[in-house]
T-cell receptor, first 118, second 119 residues
Framework: AQKVTQAQTEISVVEKEDVTLDCVYE???????LFWYKQPPSGELVFLIR????DEQNEISGRYSWNFQKSTSSFNFTITASQVVDSAVYFC???????????????WGAGTKLIIKP | GAVVSQHPSRVICKSGTSVKIECRSL??????MFWYRQFPKQSLMLMAT?????????EQGVEKDKFLINHASLTLSTLTVTSAHPEDSSFYIC???????????????FGPGTRLTVL
């Protein structure tokens, strides 16, 4: 069975601190995709990253970085030098690619609410 | 590319009325569209998956007669909440997966969501 676990319900840090959001997944497939989305108070989901199961390289995009570890089935997200604008709910999701007919259905984590205090 | 719009963004209605929410893919062909419901402080819950020209596949526990989904074209899907009641108040999000020319998008693209309040 597929499952995504975001054990941290809520994290609160002071601005400029680094913060890591955890994501652990379960899947039997060898080919899959992992995603992170940001959902600010407006509600609109903002795509942050997609990573396929064959690419274990860590990714850095500005203050954001992602650590993909297949050995521990984790795909953690770190924000460096956090800012108030980073306050949002962050979702991790898993999609199991099943060939050309796949509709890439997403399995969602429960989300982590990140509060950045000024 | 890969933009999905949703209309309306916010709707308030009286109990017993029906509400239609539109989801459009603006620059690609959405062969598959998804409808989600999100309650406050919760994750997204998939309601149904629809493929263009065929009936939607509803998730367990979702009433198909209550939430009517039509995916009549490759760029438009609609969700109609029939005889809405206060417990139907929620944030509804659509997403689409499909093709732009010969390129297959192997991910979903999300609309901005519709906040429904039933009085």
């Amino acid at each position: 069975a597929q499952k995504v676990t975001q054990a941290q319900t809520e994290i609160s840090v002071v601005e400029k601190e680094d913060v890591t959001l955890d994501c652990v997944y379960e899947t039997r497939d060898t080919t899959y995709y992992l995603f992170w989305y940001k959902q600010p108070p407006s509600g609109e989901l903002v795509f942050l990253i997609r990573r396929n199961s064959f690419d274990e390289q860590n990714e850095i995009s500005g203050r954001y970085s992602w650590n993909f570890q297949k050995s521990t089935s984790s795909f953690n997200f770190t924000i460096t030098a956090s800012q108030v604008v980073d306050s949002a709910v962050y979702f991790c999701a898993l999609s199991e690619a099943q060939g050309v007919d796949s509709n890439y259905q997403l399995i969602w984590g429960a989300g982590t609410k990140l509060i950045i205090k000024p | 590319g890969a933009v999905v719009s949703q209309h309306p963004s916010r709707v308030i209605c009286k109990s017993g009325t029906s509400v239609k929410i539109e989801c459009r893919s603006l620059d690609f062909q959405a062969t598959t569209m998804f409808w989600y419901r999100q309650f406050p402080k919760q994750s997204l819950m998939l309601m149904a998956t629809s493929n263009e020209g065929s009936k939607a596949t509803y998730e367990q526990g979702v009433e198909k007669d209550k939430f009517l989904i039509n995916h009549a074209s490759l760029t438009l899907s609609t969700l109609t909440v029939t005889s809405a009641h206060p417990e139907d108040s929620s944030f509804y999000i659509c997403s689409a997966h499909g093709l732009a020319g010969s390129i297959s998008y192997n991910e979903q693209f999300f609309g901005p969501g519709t906040r429904l309040t039933v009085l």
